[in-house]
């Protein structure tokens, strides 16, 4: 059997906390990254428009928690 992958158990963790309060959240609709309800510009793609809808935060949440990250994120980077 394959080991559980890391990534993804940390990536579902992320998502239980987002859909328990999806209103501290939202979509970036640049690239789809959930970000935090206060930043004004996403740190991943620098756009600055969002979707605020909780039903959209949770689904987008559950299924970012099923797969594995493809953007590119600040930390990459360095």
Same mark, same amino acid.
């Given at each position: 059997?394959?080991?559980?992958?890391?990534?993804?158990?940390? @990536?579902?963790?992320?998502?239980?906390?987002?859909?328990?309060?999806?209103?501290? #959240?939202?979509?970036?609709? $640049?690239?789809?990254?959930? =970000?935090?309800? @206060? =930043?004004?510009?996403?740190?991943?793609?620098? $756009?600055?428009? #969002?979707?605020?809808?909780?039903?959209?935060?949770?689904?987008?949440?559950k299924?970012?928690?099923?797969?594995?990250?493809?953007?590119?994120?600040?930390?990459?980077?360095?």
């Amino acid at each position: 059997m394959s080991e559980p992958d890391p990534q993804l158990e940390d @990536r579902a963790r992320k998502a239980e906390r987002i859909v328990a309060e999806p209103d501290k #959240f939202k979509i970036c609709e $640049g690239c789809e990254s959930i =970000v935090a309800a @206060r =930043v004004t510009v996403c740190p991943n793609c620098y $756009g600055y428009r #969002f979707n605020p809808d909780s039903a959209a935060v949770i689904a987008q949440a559950k299924l970012l928690a099923t797969r594995a990250r493809t953007s590119v994120i600040a930390d990459d980077l360095l």
